[in-house]
């Protein structure tokens, strides 16, 4: 009985797990790469309106003239900076996420 039991195992049992287990694999790898391409079009989006807008904002500073130009200059400034830190935290951590999930890649 326990020879039945073994090859029923080894040859039914093993090789289905083995892939469900692949199929698994691959469809979160799948998901998980198609939210990572969503999520950068959605940030890169959304990072271009935000560049379009300072943009025009910077344009319409342009004619300001003295103390004010100096203050809205360094308001602009200090936004891109934190901007720009932000993003290089995300990345930092959308890439360990992408290690993790996608070791092979």
Same mark, same amino acid.
């Given at each position: 009985? &326990?020879?039945?039991? %073994?090859?029923?195992?080894d040859?039914?049992?093993?090789?289905?797990?083995r892939?469900?287990?692949?199929e698994? *694999?691959?469809?979160?790898?799948?998901?998980?790469?198609?939210?990572?391409? !969503?999520?950068?079009?959605?940030?890169?989006? !959304?990072?271009?309106?935000? *560049? &379009?807008?300072?943009?025009?904002?910077? #344009? &319409?500073?342009? %004619?300001?003239?003295?103390?004010?130009?100096?203050? #809205?200059?360094? !308001?602009?400034?200090?936004?891109?900076?934190?901007?720009?830190?932000?993003?290089? *935290?995300?990345?930092?951590?959308?890439?360990?996420?992408?290690?993790?999930?996608?070791?092979?890649?």
């Open positions: 009985m &326990d020879t039945l039991h %073994n090859q029923f195992k040859k039914m049992i093993n090789p289905w797990m892939k469900l287990q692949e698994g *694999e691959k469809a979160l790898l799948g998901a998980t790469e198609t939210s990572l391409m !969503a999520a950068k079009e959605l940030i890169t989006s !959304a990072l271009l309106e935000r *560049e &379009d807008r300072y943009m025009r904002e910077l #344009d &319409d500073k342009a %004619n300001l003239v003295g103390e004010e130009r100096v203050e #809205d200059l360094t !308001a602009v400034y200090s936004n891109l900076m934190a901007a720009e830190g932000a993003l290089k *935290e995300l990345l930092v951590r959308a890439e360990a996420l992408r290690q993790r999930l996608l070791p092979s890649l």
